[in-house]
């Protein structure tokens, strides 16, 4: 079964920028769409960013509007890993980082339509 590994996040200051890297355990991440979902303290969790499974083009991206011109998903076939390159961070960007994945064609910003998680990682963005 497919198992996703989160790393890559840490303490920033506003501004400041992050990558975090989504490792899955074989090849089998490459036939997945795959998100990042994020939980402030007490909210719900939100959908951030998506990847389609590559069409020879590294994946089609999508973003949350809060997100849209500062983060970049991309995804690397060759190491099984996808990232989130975070920049401009702001405060307000602090939260649990899960990746997600799911079928070809899920909407992954609707939690329901995934099925594997990986465990989480930290960001937080403070001066």
């Known amino acids: 079964q497919l198992q996703l590994v989160e790393s890559g996040g840490g303490l920033v200051q506003p501004g400041g920028s992050l990558r975090l890297s989504c490792a899955a355990s074989?090849?089998?991440?490459?036939?997945?769409?795959i998100g990042w979902f994020r939980q402030a303290p007490g909210k719900e969790r939100e959908g951030v960013s998506s990847?389609?499974?590559?069409?020879?083009?590294?994946?089609?991206?999508n973003y949350a509007d809060s997100v849209k011109g500062r983060f970049t998903i991309s995804r690397d076939n060759a190491k099984h890993t996808v990232y989130l390159q975070m920049n401009s961070l702001k405060p307000e960007d602090t939260a649990i980082y899960y990746c997600?994945?799911?079928?070809?064609?899920?909407?992954?910003?609707?939690?329901?339509?995934?099925?594997?998680w990986g465990q989480g990682t930290q960001v937080t963005v403070s001066s």
């Open positions: 074989d090849f089998t991440l490459d036939y997945y769409d």
């Open positions: 997600a994945a799911g079928p070809w064609g899920s909407n992954l910003f609707v939690m329901s339509e995934v099925h594997v």
């Open positions: 990847i389609s499974t590559s069409d020879g083009r590294g994946g089609r991206a």
